[in-house]
């Protein structure tokens, strides 16, 4: 497999509270934080999206704090800035009936003049799933409303209407008006590395495709994924491949065990131990986690094997954006370089 080098491109994720990022905020802040996270990405040249999760619940483990809904931010973020383009990582496809949400994003791609992203995937979280009501059925039916809703998305993006009978969802007729303003609709981030079902339903209908960022499994699926492709008659070279990434940055080798250890002393107040530890050692192995040499030395053979976007994730950034601001004037440029 050959890969031109893209340009990589930056997403930004704005903490809304599913990682306990906002346990330090008053809750009558919380949108003053978040939105004011959005603007600064949104007034500069560095980031080319902003993310937030499509969860319920808090992670590592369920608690009583904060979580905030994402396509209620994405409707409040298309309205408050002008450039930036707006993503969920990702929507679960059953979380919501696909005709319906079709239409809600095509309200918002509408009110953000064309800036819509739309990450789609199978779901995982199973409290969740359970404590809303929604049952938790097999990966393989998850996989299989995860194909049949793209499809009915496609025809009412492209088409403005949609009569599917799937073994899942039906429409008879569904209207969708207005269109997308995107020509040919808002584009499919297809996230998760399934190889049989995910992966296939990716090379079908996707424009980028979300999954593992470290070299091994992303050189990995990415060749799962161009068999895929050769077998529909995709271009593989027409997806963009992504990766998410979490972020602990210092100027020396102390700043950053500080960084770790103030993720930690958050974690320690509201989750077990044993989510802690694991959580931390999740951050601690993060090809993002580093000074911001070995950031770039990390990220730079990703680059090489066809990363063309990359999602990064401040744990601290609604309280300090010290890490944010050393990201973006030293990582980037480098990254760019």
Known sequence: MTDATPRLKFGLFIPQGWKHDLVEVDPVDHWKVMSGLAQRADAGDVWDSIWVYDHFHTVPEPTDQATHEAWSLMAAFAASTTRIRLGQMCTCLSYRNPAYLAKVATTIDVVSGGRLNMGIGAGWYEHEWRA????????????????????????????????????????????NRPLPVQEGGIPLWIAGGGERKTLLTAAKYADFTNFDGTLETFTHKSAVLEKH?????????????????????????????????????????????????????????????????????????LLAAGLGHANFYFPEVSTDTSGLELFEREVVPALLA
């Open 132 to 175: 809303y009501g929604y049952g938790f059925p097999g990966a393989g039916e998850r996989l299989a409303r995860l194909d049949e809703g793209v499809q009915i998305f496609r025809q009412l993006w492209q088409d403005g209407i949609s009569t599917f009978e799937g073994r899942h969802y039906q429409t008879a007729g569904a209207i």
């Open 229 to 301: 492709c050769q077998d529909v008659g995709r271009d593989f070279a027409s997806i963009t491949r992504t990766a998410d990434y979490n972020v602990a940055i210092g100027r020396d080798e102390k700043e950053v065990a500080d960084r770790v250890a103030a993720r930690r002393a958050v974690l320690e107040r509201h989750v077990s131990a044993e989510a802690t530890e694991r959580e931390v050692a999740g951050l601690s192995a993060s090809l993002a986690t580093g000074t911001p040499e070995q950031i770039v030395e990390n990220l730079k053979p």
